[in-house]
């Protein structure tokens, strides 16, 4: 007899909703996580009385008012906006494109200006019709100014090669907003847990049972033999040793840093937008909950080739990629104990709100089919 209804390997925010709303039901779980810790890529460590964000910056935003209320249940949210700034050779430009970015590039000061300025560019490259390249495809949705100053060299840090050489599909559109609204999402909640997001997952993990440090891997038939069901969250290339090859990645690396100030940049998000610097952002993390402490944290963040050391974070959608997965997800369909579930199982960059969404789904679904 299995002793548990439901094995959860992860516990990141999907493994940690699930296993909230099934055990609320009388469903008995087990959650097992490799890290040493909980809460997946969201988890936040207090360092210093600030709560860093250990696997990148954070900002929790949705127009789904049943996510916004739900985790809204388990941590109250603060009040903070995400309002990046773009550094380019040391001039400030605030992001994403508006008013205030456009004042800041060409001195205009009306939407009409603006627009006008935009499509004057524009038509420099009338004679691209089907962009071949990144390169292309910003220089005709935004003209040279855009492009060159607060597009060109962040992208080519993210993805490590020239613009010429990333596909024109990545950027389909450039959202440009014609009033002095700084604010980067467009959705109607957004926020930060107070407190930091690993308390999110404690409060929704309480009273479940939570092993860290355990891989599935190193004990796989003790752990399937233990539960009805498994949720994996894991990869699912790993899941099946990679036979059809692994899938690909891109990855980041994190340099951190606690100064003795107050202050260092003002902002919670700076990105430096020129190819020189050789990170992409630098994020100081006590802005993302109004601190007021002594000192600071700084974490420099740098795009990087994916390996065995380090952290698969940005899937590489490409054709080849695809292809690989669709393999995977062919035997996943054939697997009656085991549900692929959260961005490494599925192999998708899902932000947080849909994973909430997402693992509501599946725990009512289940619920339904007893
Ligand atoms: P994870 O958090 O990765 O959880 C999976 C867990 O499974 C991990 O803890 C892992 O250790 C564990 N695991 C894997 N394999 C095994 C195994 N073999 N045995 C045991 N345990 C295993 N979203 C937003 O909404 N806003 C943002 O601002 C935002 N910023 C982001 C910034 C970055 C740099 C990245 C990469 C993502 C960002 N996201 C953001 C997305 C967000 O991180 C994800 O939506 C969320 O973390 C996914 O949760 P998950 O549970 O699917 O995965």
Same mark, same amino acid.
């Given at each position: 007899?299995?002793?548990?209804?439901?094995?959860?390997?992860?516990?990141?925010?999907?493994?940690?909703?699930?296993?909230?709303?099934?055990?609320?039901?009388?469903?008995?779980?087990?959650?097992?996580?490799?890290?040493?810790?909980? =809460?997946?890529?969201?988890?936040?460590?207090?360092?210093?009385?600030?709560?860093?964000?250990?696997?990148?910056?954070?900002?929790?935003?949705?127009?789904?008012?049943?996510?916004?209320? $739900?985790?809204?249940?388990?941590?109250?949210?603060?009040?903070?906006?995400?309002?990046?700034?773009?550094?380019?050779?040391?001039?400030?430009?605030?992001?994403?494109?508006?008013?205030?970015?456009?004042?800041?590039?060409?001195?205009? @000061?009306?939407?009409?200006? =603006?627009?006008?300025?935009?499509?004057?560019?524009? =038509?420099? $490259?009338?004679?691209?019709?089907?962009?071949?390249?990144?390169?292309?495809? =910003?220089?005709?949705?935004?003209?040279?100014?855009?492009?060159?100053?607060?597009?060109?060299?962040?992208?080519?840090?993210?993805?490590?090669?020239?613009?010429?050489?990333?596909?024109?599909?990545?950027?389909?559109?450039?959202?440009?907003?014609?009033?002095?609204?700084?604010?980067?999402?467009?959705?109607?909640?957004?926020?930060?847990?107070?407190?930091?997001?690993?308390?999110?997952?404690?409060?929704?993990?309480?009273?479940?049972?939570?092993?860290?440090?355990?891989?599935?891997?190193?004990?796989?038939?003790?752990?399937?033999?233990?539960?009805?069901?498994?949720?994996?969250?894991?990869?699912?290339?790993?899941? $099946?040793?990679?036979?059809?090859?692994?899938?690909?990645?891109?990855?980041?690396?994190?340099?951190?840093?606690?100064?003795?100030?107050?202050?260092?940049?003002?902002?919670?998000?700076?990105?430096?937008?020129?190819?020189?610097?050789?990170?992409?952002?630098?994020?100081?993390? @006590?802005?993302?909950?109004?601190?007021?402490?002594?000192?600071?944290?700084?974490?420099?963040? $740098?795009?990087?080739?994916?390996?065995?050391?380090?952290?698969?974070?940005?899937?590489?959608?490409?054709?080849?990629?695809?292809?690989?997965?669709?393999?995977?997800?062919?035997?996943?369909?054939?697997?009656? @104990?085991?549900?692929?579930?959260?961005?490494?199982?599925?192999?998708?960059?899902?932000?947080?709100?849909?994973?909430?969404?997402?693992?509501?789904?599946?725990?009512?679904?289940?619920?339904?089919?007893?």
């Amino acid at each position: 007899m299995a002793k548990y209804d439901y094995l959860i390997v992860g516990a990141g925010l999907f493994g940690a909703v699930f296993a909230h709303e099934v055990s609320k039901k009388g469903k008995k779980c087990l959650v097992i996580d490799k890290r040493q810790h909980i =809460a997946g890529n969201i988890y936040t460590e207090n360092i210093a009385g600030i709560n860093v964000h250990k696997y990148g910056a954070h900002i929790f935003h949705t127009s789904n008012k049943e996510v916004w209320n $739900y985790v809204n249940s388990f941590v109250e949210f603060n009040r903070f906006t995400n309002s990046p700034i773009a550094n380019h050779k040391g001039r400030l430009f605030n992001l994403p494109f508006n008013m205030n970015t456009f004042y800041q590039l060409w001195g205009v @000061k009306t939407p009409e200006e =603006a627009k006008k300025k935009i499509e004057k560019q524009r =038509a420099e $490259y009338f004679d691209i019709k089907e962009p071949r390249n990144l390169e292309e495809q =910003a220089l005709v949705l935004g003209g040279r100014d855009i492009y060159e100053k607060l597009i060109k060299g962040y992208t080519e840090k993210q993805w490590g090669r020239p613009a010429t050489q990333i596909p024109a599909f990545i950027i389909r559109r450039l959202p440009f907003r014609y009033t002095f609204d700084n604010n980067y999402f467009n959705d109607i909640y957004q926020g930060i847990p107070i407190g930091g997001y690993t308390k999110l997952i404690e409060n929704l993990l309480d009273g479940v049972e939570v092993r860290t440090g355990e891989n599935y891997f190193d004990r796989k038939y003790d752990f399937d033999n233990l539960a009805k069901k498994i949720v994996y969250t894991g990869k699912i290339d790993e899941f $099946y040793e990679c036979q059809f090859g692994e899938l690909e990645y891109r990855s980041l690396y994190f340099e951190n840093e606690l100064l003795n100030m107050p202050d260092f940049q003002g902002n919670a998000v700076v990105n430096y937008t020129d190819r020189e610097v050789p990170y992409t952002r630098i994020i100081e993390h @006590k802005h993302f909950e109004f601190g007021t402490q002594d000192k600071t944290y700084i974490t420099r963040e $740098y795009p990087h080739e994916f390996s065995k050391d380090n952290e698969p974070y940005y899937p590489i959608n490409d054709q080849k990629n695809q292809l690989v997965l669709s393999k995977y997800q062919e035997l996943a369909r054939k697997q009656t @104990k085991v549900v692929f579930c959260g961005r490494l199982a599925e192999y998708k960059y899902y932000d947080m709100h849909q994973v909430v969404a997402k693992a509501l789904e599946l725990s009512k679904k289940v619920q339904n089919n007893g």
